[in-house]
């Protein structure tokens, strides 16, 4: 990366995007990501790395203290995804078999209707199904089935979502 990106990234995680106003956080965000669809927010502590692979879709919620890299691949959030407070949603690690910690990355997908609770952590190569749950905690080596319910390190299936989906979330808190 070079010394103007790094400043760059530095400023808009260390000041942007911990900004106080919900309405310039969007601003500077639309003018850096890939894409961003209508009535998505943001709340103050978002943690943006290679903000070009980025997507995000229509009526989603990214919570304070969320990553989102993007520098291993594409990350796609799709709409209406509620993602809670100190998540990490990684495109880029290493690979551990390498003798020389070479870096291995990869896409993420995260469907429509997706609620990811507090703490979870999104390894690289990984599609989260439509309307599918992940519990706080929990850490997601594998792919999610549509409409799954699951937890743990590694998280596994604990249920089946019973939701029709019928909900914009629409996050507006503000206005209460």
Not at 19 to 35: A, E, I, T
């Amino acid at each position: 990366m070079n010394s103007l990106k790094k400043i760059f990234y530095f400023i808009l995680n260390a000041y942007l995007l911990k900004f106080p106003s919900r309405s310039v956080r969007k601003l500077v965000l639309k003018k850096v990501l890939k894409k961003i669809g209508t009535d998505t927010n943001f709340l103050r502590g978002v943690e943006i790395r290679e903000a070009a692979n980025i997507y995000i879709g229509n009526n989603s919620v990214v919570n304070s203290k969320v990553l989102l890299d993007g520098r291993g691949g594409i990350l796609k959030i799709g709409n209406n995804v509620d993602i809670a407070q100190e998540t990490n949603i990684w495109t880029l690690g290493h690979d551990p078999h390498s003798d020389f910690h070479d870096s291995k990355g990869g896409p993420v997908t995260i469907d429509d209707y997706v609620w990811i609770a507090s703490r979870v952590t999104i390894l690289p190569n990984i599609r989260i199904g439509r309307g599918a749950v992940i519990a706080s905690n929990s850490v997601v080596t594998k792919n999610i089935e549509p409409m799954s319910i699951v937890a743990g390190n590694p998280a596994k299936p604990i249920g089946k979502r019973k939701s029709k989906l019928l909900y914009n979330l629409n996050y507006r808190p503000w206005l209460k």
